[in-house]
């Protein structure tokens, strides 16, 4: 495995609720930020949310208060709880990390496509 592994998307009704789960191929403890990113059909990858080791994490102003970004850095681990979705949301999730936002260490995974239904 030499990229994140992303699982946890699915097909869900407007404001329903998923959990997103990404293994990173290595250690993530020294890895400033670890990010989750939406690709929507049509558009270019974004970044959604992000974390610093300590925790303290951000959003984009879209899924601000629906969506929870954690890390576990023993388990090299990221996750991204995602509430009242929102057809908007659609869109396959990748997780990445690198020392500042949208620089990235691993080659991009296979992506977890998620799909929220009107």
């Known amino acids: 495995q030499v990229q994140p592994v992303e699982s946890g998307g699915g097909l869900v009704h407007t404001g329903g609720s998923l959990r997103l789960s990404c293994v990173a191929p290595?250690?993530?403890?020294?890895?400033?930020?670890m990010g989750w990113y939406q690709q929507a059909p049509g558009e270019e990858r974004k970044l959604v949310a992000f974390?610093?080791?300590?925790?303290?994490?951000n959003y984009s102003d879209s899924v601000k208060g629906r969506f929870t970004i954690s890390r576990d850095n023993a388990n090299n681990a990221v996750y991204l709880q995602m509430n009242n979705l929102k057809p908007k949301d659609t869109g396959v999730y990748y997780c990445n990390g690198g020392p500042q936002m949208s620089v990235n260490v691993f080659p991009w995974g296979q992506g977890t496509q998620v799909t929220v239904s009107s």
């Open positions: 290595g250690s993530i403890s020294s890895i400033n930020v």
């Open positions: 974390v610093i080791p300590d925790g303290t994490p």
